[in-house]
C-alpha cells in the first residue's frame, strides 16, 4: 500500500537548536518528494521536491535530503518564525500521497 | 499571497443547508483541486480539474458537487452534509495536472452543525 509517515508529529525546540523531521514513504515508482510549510489558518506552502535519492536541496536554514526509503527535513539554527507544520508528499504517477504533518514549534 | 484565493473564509452550516465554496486562482493556471484537511489525517485529494474538464473524482460523496466554469474558477456545492464533513476545504492550482509545485489557497474551515 502506498503510504507516507512523518514523525515526530510534534516538535519543540528553543532557539537555536538544530535538528531534523522525517518522513518515511512506501510508494511504488516514486516521481517526487515534496516538502510544504503550512502555518495556521493558511494553505500549505511549496518548499522543495527531491527526485532521486542522495539529492539535497536547501533553502535558509532548511535542507531536504532523500533516500530510497525516506527524507529528511533538516533544520539548522531554527529561529520562531520557523514554528508551523511541515508536510511531507510523495507522488507517483498522478497521485499524491501526503503525511499528517510534523508540528514544530521554535521557543524564543 | 499564493495567488489562489477562497471565499468564504470561515463556514458554518446545518445539515440540511445548501452552500457554496468559491476558488479563484490569479495565475493563468490550467489545472484546479479540491483537497479536505481534518485533523491528525493526509491531505485528501478530492476532485481534479483539467482544463475546465473533471478528471479525477475519488470517491467523494454526491453531497459534494464541483463546478469549474472556466480554469481560473472553481467551485464546490455543499448540500445535507454530515457533521463528520466538518474540515478545512482546500483549493489548488497548477500549471498542468503532470505538474509538480502546487499552489494552495488558504482554505475555508467548514463546521457542520
Known amino acids: 500500500e502506498d503510504q507516507v509517515t512523518q514523525s515526530p508529529e510534534a516538535l519543540r525546540l528553543q532557539e537555536g537548536e538544530s535538528s531534523s523531521l522525517n518522513c518515511s514513504y512506501t510508494?511504488?515508482?516514486?516521481?517526487?518528494l515534496f516538502w510544504y510549510r503550512q502555518d495556521p489558518g493558511k494553505g500549505p506552502e511549496f518548499l522543495f521536491t527531491?527526485?532521486?535519492a542522495g539529492e539535497e536541496k536547501e533553502k535558509e536554514r532548511l535542507k531536504a535530503t532523500l533516500t530510497k526509503k525516506e527524507s529528511f527535513l533538516h533544520i539548522t539554527a531554527p529561529k520562531p518564525e520557523d514554528s508551523a507544520t511541515y508536510l511531507c508528499?510523495?507522488?507517483?504517477?498522478?497521485?499524491?500521497?501526503f503525511g499528517t504533518g510534523t508540528s514544530l514549534t521554535v521557543i524564543p | 499571497e499564493t495567488g489562489v484565493t477562497q471565499t468564504p473564509r470561515h463556514l458554518v452550516m446545518g445539515m440540511t443547508n445548501k452552500k457554496s465554496l468559491k476558488c479563484e486562482q490569479h495565475?493563468?493556471?490550467?489545472?484546479m483541486y479540491w483537497y479536505k484537511q481534518s485533523a491528525k489525517k493526509p491531505l485528501e485529494l478530492m476532485f481534479v480539474?483539467?482544463?475546465?474538464?473533471?478528471?479525477e473524482n475519488n470517491s467523494v460523496p454526491s453531497r459534494f458537487s464541483p463546478e469549474c466554469p472556466n480554469s481560473s474558477h472553481l467551485f464546490l456545492h455543499l448540500h445535507t452534509l454530515q457533521p463528520e464533513d466538518s474540515a478545512l476545504y482546500l483549493c489548488?492550482?497548477?500549471?498542468?495536472?503532470?505538474?509538480?509545485?502546487?499552489?494552495f489557497g488558504p482554505g475555508t474551515r467548514l463546521t457542520v452543525l
Open positions: 489548488a492550482s497548477s500549471q498542468y495536472r503532470t505538474d509538480n509545485e502546487q499552489f
Open positions: 510508494v511504488s515508482g516514486l516521481r517526487g
Open positions: 527531491l527526485y532521486s
Open positions: 508528499a510523495a507522488r507517483t504517477g498522478n497521485q499524491f500521497y
Open positions: 495565475l493563468g493556471h490550467n489545472a
Open positions: 480539474y483539467n482544463f475546465k474538464e473533471q478528471t
